[in-house]
């Protein structure tokens, strides 16, 4: 095994692939989890295009890994509290089950979000102002937490949200009533209305005129009624951003004299300044909360999930009628995913197989049913799936989805969007040559999605010391940046402690960094 060989790590915290534009994805990048089962706090980890998750059984990295999930079924459906904890992907039981039972009884279950390039999506219209000319500062990195408590009757209930961009903090309480008391920068402090969205973000509503806002802090400060009007008009917009940009682009606003008299020589500790940027910022919550929730849900939309158990393999498959997009998560369509590919994708998929795994699938169809076949490079002769070993029906769904998900056209399709590929022990029933060749279709998946733009990122919970050691192979051979591989390692003092989740990697040798001795196998007494 290509274990570290140096005390060092060069691998930073994030990574933008070849092909990837800089500033101009808006997706999800990092996640942090709390009080979640044994996840008592992961902190934030970065999502790369390729994220493996090690740990003994009953560490953790399902829990973290079934997140993506979890969060895609609680936006497929509509529901009745911010996250369906029992769907058709994952079940995480309850509040009470999936909380950390170590817990203080107050503490809130927390899922903690980071937005990269969170201007991109202001840029497009969903704050109002002028655009911004590329190149600019925006919104930049936004971090979003949301706290989950239970109710009396057990049910999950959001009781705050804190929202962290440039120098600005918001926090959201939210009563029984669904009324929210929303502080920002600790000094404004206003009410909301709520209204329920779809999972995990609610709608806000601003109590009473946002012109009513701005004119009590214009009133008194000796300017004529026509000058508060045109400046209260101007001030709603005027373009969040940080305090020392807002500071600048103030004078600048088309406004009278008057206005820029008074503001001139404003420094950034001036309490009217305070005051004009957070009613600024407060009179924008709707609109940012609205494109967070919209970017949270195009995240879970685009996720996809392989569980550790795909379905067995059957002689025949009954035909139905239906689009097929994707793999599901239990492998159930795959007869039908294959069976729909046009004859030029067939070709391709079966080419693709055949140069990683020496096999290519083929579905034959006979009165209303359909059998998968499979050929194996330089042989003449098809088997049916059923007859091959429980291996190939394991693996099969898996790679199938790989394919499929680097065939589209780039960012053109998925809008900047990552696809998060959460993959549950992909190697289940394959010998090590087999687990090695995963290995390879993995980072060949990931350098085809690169070249078109696509921002494919794979999650991978394994317990294959044959994936850890071939990947390091594929980067000292130049296949794969170490920059883009994170290396998770879940790991528990005892059955009742906590998870703490530590991150490692490799170096550009492929030698694993800040590796933990004896992690894979315990001391010989």
Same mark, same amino acid.
């Given at each position: ?18 092909? /990837?534009? &800089? ?40 829990? !973290? ?17 911010? $996250? $369906? ?29 980071? /937005? ?14 002028? =655009?911004? =000319? ?64 779809? &999972? ?58 008057? !206005? ?24 924008? $919550? ?26 067995? &393999? ?14 599901? !998560? ?196």
């Amino acid at each position: 095994m290509r274990i570290e060989k140096k005390s060092r790590n060069k691998w930073q915290t994030g990574i933008i692939a070849p092909g /990837f534009i &800089a500033g101009v994805s808006s997706s999800m990048d990092a996640i942090g989890i709390t009080n979640l089962r044994s996840l008592k706090d992961t902190g934030m980890i970065r999502l790369k295009p390729l994220n493996l998750l090690l740990g003994k059984n009953s560490s953790g990295k399902s829990t !973290f890994l079934r997140t993506f999930p979890l969060l895609r079924q609680s936006y497929e459906v509509n529901t009745s509290g911010p $996250l $369906l904890w029992n769907g058709a992907y994952v079940d995480f039981g309850s509040f009470a089950d999936a909380r950390y039972r170590g817990a203080d009884p107050q503490e809130p279950i927390r899922f903690s979000f980071e /937005f990269d390039n969170f201007d991109h999506w202001m840029r497009r219209g969903v704050l109002r102002g002028p =655009r911004k =000319r590329r190149g600019q500062s925006g919104f930049g990195k936004v971090e979003l937490q949301l706290h989950m408590v239970a109710q009396h009757n057990g049910a999950t209930k959001l009781a705050s949200m804190d929202l962290k961009f440039h120098d600005h903090q918001v926090k959201i309480e939210i009563d029984k009533q669904g009324v929210a008391n929303c502080a920002v920068n600790g000094a404004l402090k206003k009410q909301v209305d709520l209204f329920a969205s779809r &999972a995990l973000i609610p709608l806000l509503r601003i109590q009473g005129a946002e012109e009513e806002n701005f004119e009590s802090i214009l009133k008194g400060k000796g300017l004529a009624p026509n000058s508060i009007i045109k400046v209260r008009g101007e001030l709603l917009t005027w373009e969040v951003d940080s305090s020392e940009a807002m500071l600048r682009t103030l004078p600048k606003l088309e406004v009278d004299a008057d !206005f820029k008299r008074m503001v001139k020589g404003w420094k950034l500790t001036h309490p009217d300044f305070r005051t004009l940027r957070d009613i600024a910022i407060f009179n924008n $919550l709707p609109n940012i909360f609205r494109s967070l929730e919209s970017q949270l849900e195009s995240t879970a939309m685009h996720s996809i999930y392989s569980a550790p158990v795909r379905a067995d &393999a059957k002689r025949y498959y009954r035909l139905q009628d239906l689009a097929v997009n994707e793999v599901d !998560f239990q492998g159930g369509n795959l007869a039908m995913f294959i069976g729909s590919l046009r004859p030029k994708d067939q070709e391709d998929f079966s080419s693709w197989m055949r140069t990683h795994f020496q096999f290519s699938p083929r579905v034959h169809h006979s009165e209303g049913h359909a059998s998968i076949r499979l050929c194996e490079k330089d042989s003449l002769n098809e088997y049916n799936l059923a007859d091959m070993g429980f291996g190939f029906s394991q693996v099969l769904p898996v790679l199938s989805q790989l394919w499929a998900l680097t065939r589209k056209k780039g960012t053109r399709i998925y809008g900047n969007i990552p696809i998060i590929f959460a993959i549950e022990q992909p190697e289940l029933h394959l010998h090590p040559g087999l687990q090695a060749q995963l290995a390879d279709a993995f980072v060949d998946t990931i350098a085809i999605a690169q070249k078109k733009n696509i921002p494919l990122r794979l999650v991978i919970e394994t317990h294959s010391e044959t994936i850890i050691n071939r990947i390091g192979h594929q980067i000292a051979a130049g296949n794969m940046r170490a920059e883009g591989v994170n290396v998770l390692l879940f790991e528990k003092d005892g059955p009742d402690a906590p998870t703490e989740v530590k991150q490692s990697g490799y170096d550009e040798e492929g030698f694993l960094v800040n590796w933990p001795l004896g992690f894979f196998l315990p001391k010989v007494v």
